[in-house]
Structures are given as C-alpha cells and as structure tokens.
C-alpha cells in the first residue's frame, strides 16, 4: 500500500497570506490528524477529522482550519499568515482509533515558510 | 492523556543494545503506551507498543514495569540509522487519535 502522502513538500509565503495544505491517507484509513513540529514548541496537535467530521481539536487559533472529503483526503488552511506559522506541518492517518487500528502513519510533511 | 519523562539524550555504540526508559508515573488503567521515532526532519515512524504486558516485533522490544509507571524500549542491536529522537506516549484507544508529543530522547548511534 501507498503510504501518507503529502502536497505540496515545500512552500514559501508571506504574512498575511493564506496557506492550503493537502494529505492522502492510505487507502483505507478513515482517520487525518494533522500536527504542527517547530523548534520552539515541538510536535503539536492541531486536529483529527473522521469521516468528514472533527473528532478532536488542538490549542489553536482559528485561523487554522482544515475539512476532511468524502475519500478521506484531507486539507488544512491556514489564513492571515504570521511569521510564526513556519513550521513542518504533518498529516497522519489511521484506521480507526482502538487499539492496534489506532496506529497512525505519517507522511513525510509540508515544510511551510513565512516570510 | 498522562505525562512522560524521558532523558533527552542517550548514546549507544552500533550493534549494541539501546535502552531508551520513560517514565509515565500518572499513567491510567486503561492509558496504552506507544513508541514513535522521528528521523530527522521526516515524519514520525510508529514502532510498537502496549498495556501491561511485554512486547515484541521486528523493530524493538517494549519493557513495562509491573505498576506500568514506567518502560524501557529496546533496540536490540543499533545500527547508525536508529539515530533519531524517540517518542514515548501515553495515550487512551476510543474517541480520538490525538498524541502528545514530549520533547523524546534524541538517540545518537556510534561507531
């Protein structure tokens, strides 16, 4: 099976701009969650969609916002940009939420940079 | 979810053993333990993990005390590619997928 991939891997934007990130689970997952991994602040969560509903939210403002299609693909925006915001953003998908389905497989990122 | 404590860094010699302990001293009856590995700027890699009893698989061996306040992950013969920072989480399955991520303990491997 195909792994998480992530769209695009790489971007650069300037404040005050808006971003928009986009993650395929394998094939089969039904669960996205999406982190933000910064120097300062480490891994953190943002959200988890399951199907095509927020199960779970992070400590995040608003301007961070994603959805989650019909095929579980997933996307997450980020409006009015801040320098702030640069970070390696990571989508995880997973089958479910018990126990062994509840292992979650990352893709490699998105690493964003505000300018 | 309960709070983890882990060294933030250990080194270990290839082909040795690499003991990575965490501590999880407020952990609940039905909290799992789970491992995970970041390789440097990739995405985190899951590696196992378990309730009370002992674990095994290809990657690692999962240690939990007796009163599961604490474990130890092992990698049984490191290699200079298990340099990376090791997650130790402790999470509930059913209602969510979210992890809290510690700040993990950077590995480095040797020659």
Redesign the interface.
């Known amino acids: 099976k195909a792994g998480v991939t992530q769209t695009p891997r790489y971007l650069i934007k300037t404040r005050g701009q808006q971003v928009t990130l986009s993650c395929s689970p394998i094939s089969g997952h039904r669960s996205v969650s999406w982190y933000q991994q910064t120097p300062g602040q480490g891994l953190q969560f943002l959200f988890e969609y399951f199907s095509e509903t927020q199960r779970n939210k992070g400590n995040f403002p608003g301007r961070f916002s994603g959805r989650q299609f019909s095929n579980s693909r997933s996307e997450m925006n980020v409006s009015t940009l801040e320098l702030g915001d640069s970070a390696l953003y990571l989508c995880a998908s997973s089958l479910d939420d018990r126990e062994i389905l509840g292992t979650q497989y990352f893709g490699p990122g998105t690493r964003l940079t505000v300018l | 979810d309960a709070k983890t404590t882990q060294p933030p860094s250990m080194d270990c010699a290839e082909g040795r053993a690499a003991n990575l302990p965490c501590n999880h001293s407020t952990i609940s009856g039905n909290e ?1 333990v789970y491992w995970y590995r ?1 390789i440097h ?6 590696i196992i ?1 378990g ?1 009370k009893n002992n674990e095994t698989n290809e990657m690692a061996s999962l240690i939990i005390t007796e009163d599961r306040k604490s474990s130890t992950l092992i990698l049984p013969h490191a290699t200079l590619r298990d340099t990376a920072v090791y ?1 130790c989480i402790v999470r509930v ?11 993990g303990t950077q590995l480095k491997v040797e020659l």
């Open positions: 799992y970041q700027s990739q995405g985190p890699q899951y993990h309730l997650y399955t059913g209602g969510g997928n979210k992890l809290t991520f510690g700040t």
